[in-house]
């Protein structure tokens, strides 16, 4: 989720995010490198917009903090667009990071998807500020995927995780490895920022659900009788 203001007299459009994070397998180094990636990754098109036939340049400016005591009660009361509050841990049901929906501020985070590089950060970020998984996930012979693909991707045999296995060969590798997505301008064009409201200029709509570690719940917890 974000907050988008224009500065008609730069000429820029900033995106403002707040990332929170919490749980057991974060830290401050850790938040710094999910900050970084987020800000460096979605920068990096260096997108100039048209609005009122006057150039802006989009920058998204991406701000961090590490609180691991936060209390369910404040992301629920959060009322900053900017804010969004993700738990990292080393187990998470169904062995996949997730945000809570496509345009949400809050999510769950595996630790072993946040390496220096993996770009998982900046692709879960997309799903926070609108964006969803493309549907066709074929992109052999069209070069770097954008931000959004999902792991399984089928790719040109640079862009997987081993380079020598046939495409589509999971097991060997022959898939998307995730650390070559990159935020494309056809990413930037999908967050569709000309339909922007003047009175509501947020990407995205709060969530607000605390998580708990997953390592802790019993079969209860995901199957209530
Ligand atoms: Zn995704």
Known sequence: MGSAEFDRTAKCLYIDSHIVTYGNAVDEQLT???????????????????????????IFRITADYKPHIEPEEILGNTDPRCNYFRVEKFAQGN???????GC??????????????????????H????????????????????????????DAPFQYNPEARAGDGSNGGTMHPMHR??????????????LSPDRPILGE??????????TLTGNDFFPA
């Open 32 to 58: 710094r490198i999910m900050r970084e990636e987020i800000e460096c990754m979605w920068n990096e098109p260096n997108a100039r917009l048209y609005f009122d036939e006057e150039e802006y340049q989009l």
């Open 96 to 102: 996949i990071s997730f945000v809570d929906g496509i």
């Open 105 to 126: 501020n809050t999510g769950y985070f595996l630790l072993e998807n946040l390496y220096t590089g993996s770009t998982t950060a900046a692709h879960e970020y997309g």
């Open 128 to 155: 926070t500020i609108g964006l969803e998984h493309p549907t066709h996930l074929d992109l052999r012979g069209k070069g770097t995927p954008g931000i959004m693909y999902p792991r399984g991707t089928l790719v």
């Open 182 to 195: 990159r935020v494309l301008p056809s990413d930037i064009e999908l967050l569709r920022l000309d339909r």
């Open 206 to 215: 709060f969530t607000s659900i605390w998580h708990p570690d997953h390592s």
